[in-house]
């Protein structure tokens, strides 16, 4: 039976899901969410929202809410098992427009995205709905969901970590679990309101203690071996690892629960018009506080390639998706990985951790690199959709295959983000006064793509200079910016013809 159609049926209402759902429907395509738990999880898990991860949500145009649910976390300590502080990083610069690190509460991340659903028409949730099967051909999918059927033209599968979808592609999940399994315990107040990150790097037993939005703490204990899960989650076992640190109440326990670590990626993201997105094309120990980042930087790489998708592009351009996004991932959970060796010396002897932390500390920069948010490669492809990645002729320090900065400019005497200049897709950035003018002058109709005009003027960039330099990089040309705010390429005015030819079989446009 036909139930219902969508342009794109997105298949858990997670994350990587709801904020897919939000940037398709700002693009203005039809889709539909499914998930199959009647109700929103409503468990604390993520709790480490990144720079990167506030744009997009920004980009779905809840910049405003998120404010409301999330403060600037202000960095990290790494101390010994006597209490000595080894390695310590702050809150870090901020060049996307965001702090590097945020302090949130997943769930209050979920219903804000969730009620964002309700400003499109064309975007439905349905909850209690399981997808068990799917068939694809060239021109559609037919998913098959609670007994009925839908068809649609793209499924993004954001459906978690053990994804059915992931199993009907037939695709692996290479990786594995960590052998030491970890109690996560999150309290609801705590007298230790220090917005700082704290790591108890003890080759005993390891723990965590991390700041809440809500005046309370997590704590996570590694647990030895001949521990098991069930015992150590008794009441006076959790006293137990608590020891000194803080009395408990069986009323200050939010959630208590025992978690395995996992480090996977899934050897391909999808086929066709079927692709992974987030836990479900990837997993990553918590050390690096990525996983749920990293699903949301996949839903803002795909979400407006789907939408082009369905309104003109070929559906290879979906394959540019996997090229983008996997290699990054891999990265950083390969990265998280390596935080895990610093955090849980186990095993080894706290020499090793010593020895790791004295050489770090005589090399602020090498310190910063393992310890702070710029462990975190930076946001930049090396292949994909992208015009001159490795064009000599370039500027030097180029922008194209890199996230654009996102600094405060002024705006005719108002200081503002460069980011409330983009719109939501693509974007046309000239700076110099032949750019204006070949801006003013483009027929937007020869171009096959929608696009947000914009000129910064040479002094633009005043209120923070630092920040704007790199965008000066590209003065004498035009910047073509994509939806997720990466540099796609840039040119000037006299090579526009060549660039457009380039960018329709880029994005496999017919027109
Ligand atoms: C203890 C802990 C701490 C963490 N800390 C951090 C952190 O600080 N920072 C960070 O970035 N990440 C962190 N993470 C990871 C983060 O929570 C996950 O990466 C994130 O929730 C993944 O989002 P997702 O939308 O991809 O998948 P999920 O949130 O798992 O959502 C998948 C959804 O799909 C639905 N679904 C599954 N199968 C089907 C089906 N067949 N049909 C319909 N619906 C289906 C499920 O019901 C679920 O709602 C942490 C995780 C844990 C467990």
Request: glycine content about 10%.
């Amino acid at each position: 039976m036909r139930y219902n159609e969508a342009d794109i049926l997105i298949v858990g209402a997670g994350p990587t899901g709801l904020l897919a759902a939000n940037l398709l429907g700002q693009a203005g395509v039809s889709v539909l969410l499914i998930d199959k738990s009647k109700e929103p999880l409503n468990l604390p898990r993520a709790i480490s929202l990144d720079d990167e991860g506030c744009r997009s949500i920004d980009m779905a145009g809840l910049g405003r809410s998120l404010d409301n649910i999330k403060r600037a976390g202000e960095g990290s300590r790494y101390l010994d098992e006597s209490g000595q502080i080894v390695g310590e990083v702050g809150p870090g610069p901020v060049e996307y427009g965001w702090p590097k690190r945020n302090i949130f509460h997943q769930p209050q991340l979920e219903a804000l995205l969730t009620a964002g659903l309700d400003r499109f028409k064309h975007v439905r949730i349905e909850r209690g709905r399981d997808l068990t099967n799917f068939q694809q051909n060239s021109k559609e999918v037919i998913a098959q969901i609670s007994g009925h059927e839908i068809r649609t033209k793209i499924l993004i599968a954001a459906d978690g970590a053990r994804s059915k979808t992931r199993d009907l592609l037939g695709v692996d999940f290479p990786g594995e679990a960590y052998p030491q399994d970890w109690i996560v315990l999150d309290l609801h107040q705590d007298r230790d309101q220090e917005p700082i990150s704290k790591f108890f790097c003890d080759p005993k037993r390891p723990w965590v203690s991390i700041p809440t939005t809500y005046g309370g703490r997590r704590y996570e204990f590694m647990l030895l071996p001949g521990e098991t899960g069930q015992e150590m989650l008794q009441h006076h076992r959790l006293e137990g690892l608590l020891g000194d640190i803080r009395p408990l109440a069986p009323e200050d326990i939010m959630r208590a629960a025992v978690y395995t670590f996992e480090a996977r990626v899934a050897s391909n993201w999808g086929k066709g018009r079927v692709w992974l997105a987030g836990d479900a094309a990837h997993l990553t120990p918590p050390f690096a506080g990525q996983g749920m980042n990293a699903g949301l930087r996949d839903a803002t790489n795909l979400a407006w390639k789907a939408a082009l998708v369905v309104k003109s592009a070929g559906p290879a351009l979906l394959q540019t998706y996997e090229t983008e996004r996997k290699e990054p991932a891999r990265d950083m959970v390969q990265l998280a990985v390596a935080m895990g060796e610093v955090v849980m010396p186990v095993g080894k002897s706290s020499i090793y951790r010593d020895a790791l932390m004295a050489g770090l500390k005589r090399f602020p920069g090498a310190r910063d690199f393992v310890l702070g948010m710029k462990f975190k490669p930076a946001p930049q492809y090396k292949a994909g959709i992208f015009i001159g990645l490795d064009d000599a002729t370039q500027p030097p320090a180029s922008l194209i295959g890199r996230m654009l900065p996102n600094p405060k400019i002024d705006n005719k005497g108002k200081t503002v983000f460069l980011d409330t200049l983009l719109g939501n897709g693509f974007a046309l950035i000239a700076q110099s006064a032949t750019g204006r003018d070949w801006l003013r002058k483009l027929d937007e109709e020869t171009w096959p793509i929608e696009l947000q005009k914009v000129y910064l003027s040479d002094d633009a960039g005043l209120p923070d200079m630092s920040g704007y330099r790199p965008i000066r990089a590209h003065r004498d040309q035009i910047i073509l910016l994509r939806p997720d705010r990466y540099v796609l390429g840039a040119f000037e005015p006299k090579e526009a013809n060549n660039f457009l030819l380039h960018l329709k079989n880029l994005l496999f446009l017919s027109k």
